[in-house]
T-cell receptor, first 110, second 114 residues
Framework: EDQVTQSPEALRLQEGESSSLNCSYTVSGLRGLFWYRQDPGKGPEFLFTLYSAGEEKEKERLKATLTKKESFLHITAPKPEDSATYLCAALRTGGFKTIFGAGTRLFVKA | DAGVIQSPRHEVTEMGQEVTLRCKPISGHNSLFWYRQTMMRGLELLIYFNNNVPIDDSGMPEDRFSAKMPNASFSTLKIQPSEPRDSAVYFC????????????FGPGTRLTVT
């Protein structure tokens, strides 16, 4: 069964304290691994798609990486405005259903 | 680009009433998804449309839920009769059939059934 597991459930950082969020996936043939950001009261906002192991994508203080079983979202020198829930999701080749993880709630304190 | 549009943003209704949620996908996108999000269960896929045709509705909780997509720019999710356990945030998302597999979400409808 396709599955996506995120850890930790919650992460509290000081401003400027870099860290990583983990996403473990079990998917038969990965078509794409996605990262989304969700702010309270809003819909998930698309950040990145990764297609194959070794691929990396960056946007401002965020960098997403992919291996054959995991993806990491690295946050460098975070700011309070990076506080949000980060969702990881996976889509299997030949499938239509994107499997979402439960998310990591990130809190960045000034 | 206006993004995915949902209405209403908030809905409060009494148990037993009919509720209709509306969605306008991004122009040119040919796939549409309805999700429900709760703290306990996270994001759950309810139904998926491709080119206006329902492809999979296995996530629809029960017969009280129905969804339609009469054309490429409009979809509805109806709950009749509504129950308190239907209280959640309902999201609509759309996806392009030609450029990438990521989904773009609307702002959601927060439904409260009392």
């Amino acid at each position: 069964e396709d599955q996506v597991t995120q850890s930790p459930e919650a992460l509290r950082l000081q401003e400027g304290e870099s860290s990583s969020l983990n996403c473990s996936y079990t998917v038969s043939g990965l078509r794409g691994l996605f990262w989304y950001r969700q702010d309270p009261g809003k819909g998930p906002e698309f950040l990145f798609t990764l297609y194959s192991a070794g691929e990396e994508k960056e946007k401002e203080r965020l960098k997403a990486t992919l291996t054959k079983k995991e993806s990491f979202l690295h946050i460098t020198a975070p700011k309070p405005e990076d506080s949000a829930t980060y969702l990881c999701a996976a889509l299997r080749t030949g499938g239509f259903k994107t499997i979402f993880g439960a998310g990591t709630r990130l809190f960045v304190k000034a | 680009d206006a993004g995915v549009i949902q209405s209403p943003r908030h809905e409060v209704t009494e148990m037993g009433q009919e509720v209709t949620l509306r969605c306008k996908p991004i122009s040119g996108h040919n796939s549409l998804f309805w999700y429900r999000q709760t703290m306990m269960r996270g994001l759950e896929l309810l139904i998926y449309f491709n080119n206006n045709v329902p492809i999979d509705d296995s996530g629809m909780p029960e017969d009280r839920f129905s969804a339609k997509m009469p054309n490429a720019s409009f979809s509805t999710l109806k709950i009749q009769p509504s129950e308190p356990r239907d209280s959640a945030v309902y999201f609509c998302a759309s996806r392009s059939g030609t450029s990438g597999y990521e989904q773009y979400f609307g702002p959601g409808t927060r439904l409260t059934v009392t």
